[in-house]
Each structure stands twice: as C-alpha cells, then as structure tokens.
C-alpha cells in the first residue's frame, strides 16, 4: 500500500471519529428521552424518586433557630438531634419562595395536629424576614425549625427538591420520603399507612 493510500485511509477514519463525537450527544439525548417517556408510559409516578436513605440513620441535625418565631409567648426551639430524639418525627424541607410548599401547607397543618407525630421544619435558602411572613401569614405548624441557608443539610438529607418530607422513627432510622407536596390522596394512601406501620407493635 503507498503512502499515500495510507494516509488516505488514515484520513478516512479520523473522519468517521470526528462524526461519532459529533452525534454522540444525540445518542444520549435520545437514550434519556427513551428512559422518560418510558417512566411516562409504564404510568409510575415521576416524583416517585427512591432515597438511597430510607432504612439509614438519619443524617445529624444541629441547625440555628429562625429568630423571631414564636409560639405560645415563647421562642420556637431551633432543630436539632434532641428535638426529635425518642419520637416519631416528620421532617419538612421548606421555603418561603417555593409555591408547593404554599400549596401543601393546609396538609402540614392538619399533620401537626396529629399527637402520634412531632412535625419540623428545615428552613432552606430562604431569607429570615420572608419565612417569617410565610408562617405568620399562613400559620406555623412546626414545633422546632432550623435554618438551611447554604442548603448544606438538605444536601445532607438528599434533597431532590423543595419541598420534601421526612418520616424519621424515634431510633432516628428513616422510613419514608416524600418527594413533592402532600396532597390529600398522598397522605391517605402513603405517609399515614407508613405511621400507622411505625406505630404497630410489631414494626
């Protein structure tokens, strides 16, 4: 073969190269848009995103208070470990800005006033003076709040998104996650089979 020919073919390849990088990342947009429409299809919930935290140890809590929150004359006491310790325990991630979180937020109420459950808040990104108005607009249903300003323990928590809840049993394991607001049919249907289970003696 001459030289020539060589280079020729050389040239050739480095040309077919050049065109599989270049569809490369078309391969892949179509390869994930396969995967989604088939999550879509198979009729699963997309929010339905499983935590690799469930059955663990629930990360630690040691978060400032959001200063100016009262309840009943008196400070609303800051999130920590021992805030929850020894309960059963809903942990919500939340924010002022997040219109979810407005939207469940009828839900959470009516959770707090459940005395099989201590509901608290993870305060993220948020500014203090904004979720302050947020709870004193539309009522605090939390019994501890800690502030998230930099999102370091959502991160911990493997937040997805806001809002996301956590039920946390009093040994501290978490046993369920919701991705997303409550709503009155993921209440019935999820979070209160999965209280009932953590209060069965048998769980």
Not at 24 to 43: D, H, K, R, T, W
Not at 109 to 125: C, F, M, Q, T
Not at 138 to 166: C, M
Request: charged share 20%; glycine share 8%; net charge negative.
């Amino acid at each position: 073969m001459s030289e020539d020919t060589h280079e020729e073919a050389a040239a050739a390849a480095s040309g077919r190269r050049r065109r599989l990088i270049a569809f490369l990342p078309l391969v892949l947009f179509v390869a994930l848009a396969g995967v989604f429409l088939y999550q879509l299809g198979s009729g699963k919930d997309a929010s339905e995103i499983p935590s690799v935290l469930i059955g663990t140890k629930a990360p630690s809590l040691s978060l400032q208070p959001l200063e100016g929150l009262m309840a009943d004359g008196a400070p609303v006491p800051a999130l920590t470990d021992a805030e929850i310790k020894g309960k059963l325990a809903l942990v919500n991630v939340w924010a002022s800005w997040c219109v979810p979180c407005r939207q469940e937020h009828p839900v959470l109420l009516e959770l707090s006033r459940d005395p099989r459950i201590k509901l608290v808040g993870i305060n993220y990104k948020d500014k203090n003076d904004n979720a302050l108005r947020f709870l004193g607009e539309l009522g605090n249903p939390f019994a501890a709040v800690g502030i998230d300003p930099a999102g370091k323990s959502a991160i911990d928590w493997g937040v997805y998104g806001i809002p996301e809840t956590y039920l946390v049993a009093p040994d501290g394991e978490i046993l369920f996650k919701q991705i997303g607001p409550f709503t009155v049919e993921s209440l019935r249907d999820k979070l209160l089979p999965a209280i009932e289970k953590a209060m069965s003696p048998t769980s």
